[in-house]
């Protein structure tokens, strides 16, 4: 890309007469186009470089700073709407950028006074599970589109629901995970008045730290203005270390 803007300016000025001075080497390169043309950072030094130039950018594992929060990841197992594997077997922890994670400690810390806490689905998504769904699924109802991205790539998105911290059993709520009918949806209202409650209390107190719901899915929440952050394509075992 760097080189290809290199040749325009040349072309440019050389049409009009002008001479103009470009360094030979380019600036090393935060992020690569996705074969969707969306661009993604790929490797954990390039992560680490724009972590550097920006504290907010940093991931954060959940279970580092979040007092007994649970984590339930449906995509380390088959226990999903794929009926697959979609993270490496055996994965037990999930990150967030830095802004989400103490947003979701705060959370937590509020729910604790009520004797209640959360439980994880799914936080961050390396980019290239994004592209696994639509090239399985192919259904943007269902899925994210690789050419955007979701916002699990970008570390600000969350599916939680919660639970008693004492039996830590799940409160009761309109569907289980990824489901993808209308009982799902926070409009519908053709639900039990304990189940309307519930849902009403996650999306309350997720709200008041900053979360954004999405509409048609009770458990999914995340950060305004996503945009802010790169998709990353990053391994939890890379994030880890």
């Known amino acids: 890309m760097c080189n290809l803007i290199k040749r325009i300016l040349s072309i440019a000025y050389l049409s009009i007469g002008g001479f103009l001075i ?21 490797s954990l030094s390039q ?19 979040i007092p007994g929060i649970t984590l339930d990841l449906r995509y380390a197992g088959t226990n999903n709407f794929m ?13 967030l950028r830095l802004p989400a994670v103490k947003a979701l400690k ?3 810390i509020e729910l604790n006074t009520m004797g209640l806490g959360l439980k994880v689905f799914d936080a961050y998504r390396p980019y290239a599970v994004t592209e696994r769904f639509w090239e399985l699924v192919h259904d943007d109802r269902y899925v994210a589109d690789p050419a955007k991205g ?4 970008r570390g600000v998105a969350i599916d939680l629901t919660l639970i008693n911290m004492q039996t830590k059993e799940e409160l009761r709520m309109p569907t289980g995970f990824d489901n993808f009918t209308d009982s799902a949806h926070h409009d519908f209202m053709d639900l039990p008045q304990e189940v309307l409650k519930n849902r009403k209390l996650l999306r309350e107190i997720m709200e008041k730290h900053g979360f954004i719901a ?8 995340s950060l305004p203005n996503p945009e802010r952050f790169e998709a990353l394509n990053i391994s939890f075992a890379d994030l880890k270390n």
């Open 22 to 42: 470009i360094p030979n080497e380019c600036p090393a390169q935060d992020t690569s186009l996705s074969k969707y043309g969306l661009p993604v950072i790929n």
């Open 83 to 95: 009926h697959l594997r979609m993270y490496p077997k055996g994965t037990n922890y999930s990150f």
């Open 150 to 153: 979701s916002n699990h790539n």
């Open 106 to 108: 705060d959370v937590q």
């Open 214 to 221: 999405f509409s048609t899915e009770w458990w999914h929440y």
């Open 47 to 65: 992560y680490r470089e724009s972590a550097k130039m920006d504290s907010l950018k940093v991931m954060i594992d959940l279970q580092s700073i």
